[in-house]
């Protein structure tokens, strides 16, 4: 499999899953303001139209793209990891965080203020969500360490939404048990190892459209 990620986009919880499984994986970074591949500069549209990570290469031919698709394949593929409930009301469960995460979080709220050309009052519409989305979260990892029963392809993805705040205003210490949580979440192994690798290759990126 190859990833093609952007350092610290939302591309960074299929790495996280990835490493949590200890799959096989190449990493092919993207520049998102180009719109090519960084080492070769092949027109990333040719691989995926809309030009957005993650992107997932699983054979020559075959490619997987959105998040929540993405991270529900790497977690099918490598069932030892337990990255995903199976079925029932738990696969379910999951479902529901991902599409929270996806459009309350990462569409409603993060995409509008990190968004340099997004106006003014779309900024200030994304900050009237803020309250009522992370009240939510206070109270669910006031009483739980995990989204769901163990750490699973949600906490990967909100790790990496949360991961956000500190480039958009957001003060996560407004919401202590998401803080905590949050907190946590980079203190595990692979969690920091992902972080780390990205932080590295964010700054790099910030120091070429420097140069």
Not at 58 to 66: G, K, R, S, Y
């Amino acid at each position: 499999m190859n990833l093609y990620f952007s350092p610290l986009a939302c591309s960074l919880a299929t790495r996280i899953a990835l490493y949590e499984a200890g799959a096989p994986a190449e990493f092919t970074q993207v520049d998102l303001k180009s719109k090519r591949v960084l080492k070769t500069g092949r027109d990333f549209a040719e691989i995926n139209r809309l030009t957005l990570v993650p992107t997932l290469g699983i054979d020559a031919q075959t490619v997987l793209v959105e998040n929540s698709a993405v991270l529900q394949f790497v977690a099918d593929r490598f069932p030892e990891a337990k990255l995903a409930p199976t079925s029932g009301l738990q696969r379910a469960r999951m479902q529901q965080w991902l599409g929270f995460i996806n459009s309350e979080l990462h569409k409603g709220i993060f995409n509008p203020l990190l968004d340099s050309t997004a106006p003014e009052g779309a900024k200030e519409y994304a900050r009237t969500k803020v309250p009522s989305r992370f009240a939510l979260l206070q109270d669910h990892f006031a009483t739980h360490e995990f989204a769901l029963e163990q750490f699973s392809i949600v906490d990967a993805y909100l790790t990496t939404i949360l991961n956000w705040s500190a480039f958009s205003g957001v003060d996560l210490k407004q919401w202590p048990a998401v803080n905590d949580y949050f907190q946590r979440m980079l203190k595990r192994p692979n969690v920091a190892r992902a972080m780390n690798e990205e932080l590295a290759l964010y700054q790099e990126e910030v120091r070429r459209r420097a140069s």
